[in-house]
Structure formats: C-alpha cells, structure tokens
C-alpha cells in the first residue's frame, strides 16, 4: 500500500540521517527541557550517543519552550558551550 511504502521510505531516511549525524566530528550541544510535552527526553538521551562529540544540557522543569522558560539559564549554556568549542 501507499502508506506502507511511506512509512518505509520515512525509516530509511531516518537510518541514512543517523548514519550522517555518527560522522559528524564537530561540537554538539544538545538542550532540552525534561518536561517537554513534543519532543520525549528519550530523543535528546539518543542523540546524544548519536554525535561523538555532543554535549547534553538537560533543563530541570522547562518544557519545550527553552528561551521563554529559562533565558538566562539558555543564555549561560550557550556561552559556555561557545567559550569551550572557541578556545
């Protein structure tokens, strides 16, 4: 069926995304809200074995609105993370 095809095709694509991402040798910061409602922690825990390099930032309370919830927080990672992939 179509849709069977669809979601085949959709599987695939995600398998040639995550073998792109395991080639990656940058920096990566990961940041995510434990309380997200969108996106589950689980996803941001299996991207970051997913980079070599990745760091991952967890906000304790925030959901998937970062900026809104927790600015300064954000702000700080940000610039840490920045500060250590500059130096």
């Keep these: 069926t179509l849709r069977a095809q669809m979601q085949k095709e959709a599987l695939l694509s995600h398998q040639i995304k995550i073998e792109m991402m395991k080639k990656n040798r940058l920096p990566v910061l990961i940041i995510h809200g434990d309380k997200d409602q969108l996106i589950p922690i689980k996803a941001a825990k299996e991207m970051s074995t997913i980079f070599s390099q990745a760091s991952l930032c967890v906000f ?28």
């Design 60 to 87: 304790e309370g925030c959901g998937h609105l970062l900026l809104a919830e927790d600015f300064k927080k954000l702000k700080k990672e940000l610039l840490m993370f920045w500060s250590k992939v500059t130096a």
